[in-house]
């Protein structure tokens, strides 16, 4: 992910410079966060969703017009501790397994809920069946666009 958004980046630099600033320092967060505040066990909830928010911000921005992206973070008590970065692979795989069949456009929905100390996490996405059945080598004419891989994580006890 790192690559194409520095990618991205570079190519929004010929074409759209503030948008390519923008993107920029929401990058910088992304790498800030990462580097200085994940070498602890636990992390306070409000910044590990901040940084999501981050990396959904930049993603929606990498896609542009081509992919639906809805969030809902709903977070009563930004206090509690998580293990940090927990929560990203569920996040970049849904953005990279995302339908990208020629007409079809995809989705990516996430929701984000703490409460009474329970953290819900429900991430969807629109995907191909086609990416599910590449390594198996069957012919990719047979396949057809299939909404929706849901992913849903319970995480109970949050310090």
């Not at 992304?30 to 066990?41: A, E, F, T």
């Not at 970065?85 to 995302?98: G, R, T």
Request: proline share 3%.
């Amino acid at each position: 992910m790192v690559f194409n958004i520095l990618n991205h980046i570079h190519i929004l630099m010929k074409t759209d410079t503030q948008l390519a600033d923008y993107l920029l320092l929401k990058f910088s967060d992304i790498l800030r966060y990462q580097l200085y505040h994940c070498s602890q066990n636990l992390v306070p909830l409000g910044q590990d969703i901040d940084h999501l928010q981050n990396l959904v911000e930049v993603e929606k921005l990498r896609w542009g017009n081509e992919l639906e992206v809805s969030a809902d973070w709903n977070i009563g008590n930004k206090r509690l501790s998580i293990a940090p970065l927990l929560l990203v692979p569920f996040i970049e795989n849904a953005f990279k397994y995302v339908c990208r069949l020629p007409g079809h456009k995809g989705y990516v929905k996430i929701s984000c809920m703490e409460k009474d100390r329970f953290l819900f996490f429900y991430v969807e996405n629109c995907y191909s069946e086609l990416a599910l059945h590449k390594k198996e080598r069957r012919r990719w004419w047979n396949r057809s666009a299939q909404c929706t891989k849901t992913f849903k994580i319970t995480v109970s006890g949050c310090s």
